[in-house]
Each structure stands twice: as structure tokens, then as C-alpha cells.
């Protein structure tokens, strides 16, 4: 795979499809990460966003689910003899 830069920015673009399975060194990568606590996990390259971003955060706003037809069948209903 050959990655591709981005001479803005700086980063390091590695394309992947959906389909393609990870590596065994990246599973390893995972499971380092896995164990580790949250606190030192170093994140100092991903700006955090102020409160004011998440002021009119909506859970759900673009899910759509997804749609699946369904048909029933229900036999007939007689009537009851009146007296």
C-alpha cells in the first residue's frame, strides 16, 4: 500500500478499502492500545472541541434506518351468525 501526503497539511493519507483485513503489527497496535488507561493515551494532536460546538448536538440527527419491506398475510375473518 503507498501512502499518499498531503503538502498542506502534512499527514500521511493510507488508503484502505472497507474490505481489506488489518495487518499484524496494526492488530498489535490495537491490543497495546486496548490495555492502556484513557489517561496515557497521547492525544495531544486532536484539538478538542470548546463546549459552545456541542451546544445544539442533536443523538441521531443523520440515522436513517434502514428500510425493509414486509408482507403479512392474514387469513379470512368470518362473521359470526347473528340470532
Known amino acids: 500500500m503507498k501512502p499518499a ?18 495487518t499484524t503489527a496494526q492488530r498489535a497496535n490495537l491490543a497495546e492500545l486496548a490495555r492502556m488507561p484513557d489517561s496515557e493515551i497521547d492525544t495531544s494532536d486532536i484539538p478538542e472541541l470548546p463546549a459552545a460546538a456541542w ?8 440515522y436513517r434506518p434502514i428500510k425493509q419491506a414486509v408482507s403479512l398475510r392474514r387469513p379470512n375473518q368470518r362473521q359470526l351468525p347473528t340470532s
Open 5 to 22: 501526503s498531503n503538502k498542506r497539511s502534512g499527514t500521511i493519507i493510507y488508503p484502505r478499502s472497507p474490505g481489506d483485513p488489518i
Open 55 to 62: 451546544k445544539n448536538a442533536v443523538r441521531g440527527r443523520f
